[in-house]
């Protein structure tokens, strides 16, 4: 299974990227963010083979039409701006999708719109981190965290 982490680099998502690492059976796991650097700092600080770097404009909605696809999993740590379009896209394509974004406050949750293949976790910091239970543990009524588990 190859897993696809927008923002890895980023402070929503750098945790998450390290338990993916250290956890997960995932074959690969690609490390999208428009920093370059940091996700290649990233990568180079674990040193696992299965990571990768590509980089990720999140205002490509056809660029992500294209590149979700390939991907059996999309772990959204964009900011709330990007969970409508990610969301969408995942949707669009028949892929899942894990958001750990946070909500705009100021709108509805696009996650409530979206949730047939679009999961989120209430807010913590950070998301699955260290110390946090793993999905299947937390939500073990959800068959799509028990199912990424495996």
Same mark, same amino acid.
Request: net charge negative; with cysteine; aromatic share 10%.
């Given at each position: 299974?190859?897993?696809?982490?927008?923002?890895?680099?980023? *402070? #929503?998502?750098?945790?998450?990227?390290?338990?993916?690492?250290?956890? +997960?059976?995932?074959?690969?796991?690609?490390?999208?963010?428009?920093?370059?650097?940091?996700?290649?700092?990233?990568?180079?600080?674990?040193?696992?083979?299965? $990571?990768?770097?590509?980089? /990720?404009?999140?205002?490509?909605?056809? !660029?992500?039409?294209?590149?979700? &696809?390939?991907?059996?999993? #999309?772990?959204? @740590? $964009?900011? /709330?701006?990007?969970?409508? &379009?990610?969301? =969408?896209?995942?949707?669009?394509? !028949?892929?899942? @999708? $894990?958001?750990?974004?946070? %909500? %705009?406050? *100021? *709108?509805? *949750?696009?996650?409530?719109?979206?949730?047939?293949?679009?999961? +989120?976790? &209430?807010?913590?910091?950070?998301?699955?981190? =260290?110390?946090?239970?793993? &999905?299947?543990?937390? /939500?073990?009524? #959800?068959?799509?965290?028990?199912? $990424?588990?495996?």
């Amino acid at each position: 299974m190859r897993a696809l982490v927008l923002g890895g680099a980023g *402070s #929503v998502c750098k945790e998450t990227i390290r338990d993916l690492a250290e956890y +997960s059976d995932f074959a690969e796991i690609v490390v999208a963010d428009y920093n370059v650097a940091a996700a290649q700092a990233l990568v180079g600080e674990l040193d696992d083979p299965r $990571l990768q770097v590509i980089r /990720f404009n999140a205002d490509d909605y056809e !660029g992500m039409l294209r590149l979700f &696809p390939d991907f059996d999993v #999309v772990v959204n @740590g $964009l900011p /709330f701006q990007y969970d409508y &379009p990610v969301n =969408k896209a995942c949707v669009e394509v !028949g892929v899942n @999708g $894990l958001d750990l974004s946070s %909500d %705009d406050p *100021s *709108s509805p *949750s696009t996650r409530r719109r979206w949730r047939r293949t679009c999961c +989120s976790p &209430p807010a913590w910091g950070p998301p699955l981190g =260290k110390g946090v239970l793993p &999905p299947e543990q937390a /939500f073990p009524t #959800v068959p799509f965290f028990a199912e $990424l588990a495996r």
